[in-house]
Structure formats: structure tokens, C-alpha cells
């Protein structure tokens, strides 16, 4: 079995909880509560500025250039469309950037600066790994029902679905089985420990959202 599947394996109960949320289910139904999109969107976007960081490091990692190319055009959607996607639907919905971190974005946040910090390429990808499969799992099967929705809905599915974003979880996937079995037995340890947090967070960061992270107003 892959890796990637076999870390997924082990960590089924919290990833089937992230991945089939009552969050994104309402989001996908369009009934999603708009304070609580809100909240979330604040509380995200917080999360892209260290996965960012995070992306970029793991190219900086990259074995060889053919490595990298598409983790870098990855990263060209992040901070383009899907950067511009946080910036449109804050105003539209007519909230600020936040600038308070909830405690499931400050928890999020740390294991990402942890990763990137560390240097080592497999324990990033454990986490980017993590963060993209779980959200093409859940917008995968809304796909359709996408263009029925307004564009803060409907664009947060787009994002996370569809063949350019299934190729890049098929590369961030094959970039950590490949280097797999070439971890020492302490190294794949961290690995699998990097793996379980993140979905551990993912699900919390989706249960906080359900709950409803604070939202932050125009003053
Ligand atoms: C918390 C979280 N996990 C994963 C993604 C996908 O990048 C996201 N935008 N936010």
C-alpha cells in the first residue's frame, strides 16, 4: 500500500470527520450560515499566510527542479486566484482581515512553522499533504453543484476540486511516498506524528467554524 494511504489509514476516524464535516456539507448545500463563513473565511485566510510560507519552503527542498515545478505552480494559484478568491468574498460579505487568531488557527499555524522550520522536506510534506487531500476528499463530490452557488460558496469548492487540483494531491502524494522508504525509522515516526496532528487540526479547525470562530467587524 502507498504511504500516503496507509498514513491516511491510521488516522480514519478524524479524517472522516474532517472530510464529510457538517461545514462543508452546509457550504455545499448553500445553507451555510453567513457569520459562520465569515468567521471562517477570517480565520483562513490567517492559515494561507504560514501555508504559504510552508509551500515555499518545501520547493526550496525539493530534490530536483522537476520536483519542484509543481509545488511553485501550485503556489502561482495560491497567492493568485485563490488569494484574490479570500480578498473578493471578505468584501463581499463586508468583513476585515482578522487580525486575532482563534486558538485552532494558532494551533494550525504552529505545526506548519514546525515543519517548515525543521528543514526536512518530508515532515512539510506530511503537512501539505494533509491540507490539500482533505479538502479535495470533501469539494471533490460538490463539484457540480458549484456554479449554483454564490461565488464564496461556489468558488471555495472550484478550488479544491477538479483535475488541475487532483493532479497537485497526486504530486504532493507521490513526492512523500517516494521519499518514504527512505526515512530512517525516527524519521518516519515524525512523519506519521506531522501527518495525525494536521488532521487532527483540520477537523478542529472545521468543528470551530461550525461552532463559529468570532467574527471580526469594520469599526
Ligand atoms: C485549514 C485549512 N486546511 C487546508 C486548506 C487547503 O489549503 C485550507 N485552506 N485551510
Known sequence: MRATEQLKELNLENWTAATGHAFTNALGAGTLDLDKMRGYLQQDYLFVEEFVRLLAAAISNAPTLADAVPAAQFLAVITGPENTYFQRSLKALNVPEASNHAPETTAFLDLMRSARLSGNYAEMLAVLVVAEWSYLSWASPMEDNAKDLPFWFGEWITLHAGAGFQ????????????????????????????????????????????????VEQHI
Open 167 to 214: 493532479g497537485v494531491v497526486d504530486y504532493l502524494r507521490a513526492q512523500l511516498d517516494a521519499v518514504w522508504p527512505t526515512l530512517s525509522d525516527a524519521a518516519q515516526d515524525k512523519v506519521r506524528r506531522n501527518f495525525s496532528d494536521a488532521v487532527e487540526l483540520e477537523r478542529a479547525f472545521f468543528d470551530a467554524a461550525w461552532a463559529g470562530f468570532a
